[in-house]
């Protein structure tokens, strides 16, 4: 069965940074567009950014350009999010997502697989 399980969250001081990982089974990441997406308490799912397949071409929202990466090792089947200067707003929920290659890279809320979720909280 396909599966996407998140780590690495945890408590951070605001300027402090974060590395989550997105460890995937049940299908061979190498043709899979992955994403990362967030929600705050009291706000709808929000899309931060995503990976093409082969990991050549990443896209990010507005809100983290310059702050955080993408990356992935398909060898490995896990995908990561440095997260770096994060504010007390970065505080959510963080969940890996997947969808077939053919669907692009784009920072949607289209995905068709996901995982449960890490807390991330920014705060003194």
């Known amino acids: 069965q396909l599966q996407l399980v998140e780590s690495g969250g945890g408590l951070v001081q605001p300027g402090g940074s974060l590395r989550l990982s997105c460890a995937v089974s049940g299908f061979t990441l190498d043709y899979y567009v992955m994403a990362w997406f967030r929600q705050a308490p009291g706000k709808e799912r929000e899309g931060i950014s995503c990976?093409?397949?082969?990991?050549?071409?990443?896209k990010y929202a507005e809100i983290v350009k310059g702050r955080f990466t993408i990356s992935r090792d398909n060898a490995k089947n896990t995908v990561y999010l440095q997260m770096n200067s994060l504010k007390p707003e970065d505080t959510a929920v963080y969940y890996c997502?997947?969808?077939?290659?053919?669907?692009?890279?784009?920072?949607?809320?289209?995905?068709?697989?996901w995982g449960q979720g890490t807390q991330v909280t920014v705060s003194s």
């Open positions: 990976i093409s397949s082969s990991g050549g071409g990443t």
């Open positions: 997502a997947a969808r077939n290659w053919l669907k692009g890279c784009a920072v949607d809320n289209e995905y068709d697989w």
